[in-house]
């Protein structure tokens, strides 16, 4: 997002009264429609469904400066997901019919708003095709790509991501114990280590080409 429509988002937006939550906190359930936005400003919140087994399936991240949920505040479409922290967060929570008045007077952080829908699309549509034809490996592989390039903390030779296997189960749709295998076997080629925290991409550029090798 460019900086200038950064700002905007942030002065008009940061006015709202400031809420902090700790990790793990419920901010929306499921088939509820909340009278208000949450504007973002420090840490993330993951949008999900729970599975007939009771598991959790990622369908979104949102980080700093976004806001939500949108799908309902734009075109009424019911909510059918929860909203959760992923990390300490802080949002503003703003009236609907205020963000609704702020995007209609700011054509560009509408547009801004409309182009990052896209482009979060393309990712959701790159995930459909490996749940739909991909292995368990190229499934993975994917969603540590996508986890690097949005949330990965970039070192000398190395990108450090903050995602637990149960949370790399949540965003692929495979069971942990797939993915520590998996896991596993990635780390056995070199392509990635795991320390106390986290898990090291050490060969970003071999993932991607393994990926596009298996599609």
Not at 104 to 111: C, E, F, K, S, Y
Not at 118 to 141: C, F, N, P
Not at 144 to 170: C, H, N, P, W, Y
Not at 200 to 212: F, H, K, R
């Amino acid at each position: 997002m460019p900086n200038d429509l950064a700002a905007k988002i942030h002065e008009n937006l940061s006015r709202y009264p400031k809420h902090s939550y700790p990790k793990g906190q419920i901010l929306v359930f499921a088939d509820e429609s909340p009278e208000h936005i949450f504007y973002i400003t420090e840490g993330r919140v993951r949008q999900y469904d729970i599975s007939y087994r009771g598991d959790e399936i990622v369908v979104n991240t949102y980080k700093p400066p976004a806001f939500f949920p949108m799908a309902w505040a734009l075109a009424q479409v019911p909510n059918k997901y929860f909203f959760k922290t992923e990390t300490e967060t802080e949002l503003h929570i703003v009236p609907l019919a205020d963000a609704q008045a702020f995007l209609a007077d700011n054509p560009n952080v509408t547009l801004d708003l409309l182009t990052r829908v896209y482009r979060g699309m393309e990712g959701v549509l790159g995930r459909l095709v490996h749940l739909m034809s991909g292995t368990a490996r190229s499934r993975l592989i994917y969603e540590l790509i996508v986890e690097s390039r949005r949330f990965g903390q970039k070192q000398s030779d190395s990108i450090a991501l903050e995602a637990s296997e149960t949370d790399l189960a949540a965003r692929s749709g495979l069971s942990r114990e797939t993915v520590s295998r998996e896991i596993g076997k990635l780390k056995e080629q070199g392509w990635l280590k795991l320390d106390s925290k986290h898990i090291v991409i050490t060969d970003l550029a071999a993932l991607e080409q393994a990926l596009g090798h298996e599609v």
